[in-house]
């Protein structure tokens, strides 16, 4: 008895999977792949964040600069090089394609920032990330911003974003994300975007080739305004002149 009762159970799970799966999917659910989250990320934090941007911006901004019209930014750094990023491929059904990956360790990394508002982008590919490096990309992104105006620029924990001897331009203001919040920041959404378009299934047979393909693929978002605002822009982020 015990037997037939476990068969018939065991057959009925697939149809009632089945069922589960098409209700959910009906309702808009799907399987997704996670992102990896911080334990001591604060989700009442970053909701007060996105709630309250408009008014921190505005406590965030020197007295100065008040009364001129602001500019919302993004900065973010990314690692690329030779161990690379392998995407999804069109296939068969039931089969696993193959793609080449490179095991060697060089890499350079790819400073970032967009102005979602205006469709700009300033970028800076260096071999290393500290304080020297983050102030000459922020020489750089400070030309960007619009004459007369003062950009916050909204940029994550990292130790070299708060070194002493950060150099910030004048028309430049630096507003930390909350603490384990980079999804908070949508820079993070560019360096997906050009890894699954520009820099993915890619052997890198040399330092300088690695340094070419992030500098082509960079360009190739930041030559395209429309790009930038549909990958940046978020409801949240936006302050009135």
């Known amino acids: 008895m015990r037997s037939c009762l476990a068969g018939r159970i065991a057959r009925r799970q697939p149809r009632v999977a089945g069922w589960i799966g098409k209700h959910l999917a009906k309702h808009g659910f799907r399987r997704l792949s996670v992102r990896p989250e911080h334990p001591g990320t604060d989700p009442a934090a970053q909701e007060a964040f996105k709630k309250n941007f408009h008014d921190i911006v505005a406590e ?3 007295q100065e600069a008040r009364g001129k019209p602001p500019e919302v930014g ?3 750094e990314a690692r690329l090089g030779q161990q690379g990023t392998l995407t999804r491929k069109r296939a068969r059904r039931g089969t696993r394609p193959r793609a080449p990956r490179d095991t060697r360790y060089k890499w350079s990394y790819i400073f970032g920032a967009a102005c979602p508002g205006r469709g700009v982008a300033a970028g800076f590919v260096l071999p290393y990330v500290d304080t020297e490096a983050i102030n000459l990309h922020l020489a750089e992104t400070a030309k960007a911003v619009a004459v007369g105006a003062n950009a916050v620029l909204v940029l994550d924990g990292a130790g ?3 070194a002493k001897a950060l150099r910030v331009p004048a028309n430049i203001t630096l507003l930390p994300l909350p603490p384990y919040a980079p999804e908070l920041n949508p820079i993070e959404n560019v360096w997906q975007y050009l890894r ?4 993915a299934i890619t052997v890198f047979d040399s330092y300088a080739e690695v340094v070419d393909k992030c500098c082509d693929a960079w360009n190739f978002f930041a030559d395209c305004p429309n790009t930038i605002t549909s990958i940046t822009s978020r409801d949240w982020a936006t302050v009135n002149a």
Not at 196 to 199: G, T, V
């Open 60 to 62: 965030t901004l020197p």
């Open 74 to 76: 993004l900065q973010d």
């Open 160 to 162: 070299w974003h708060g």
């Open 196 to 199: 699954a378009n520009k820099l």
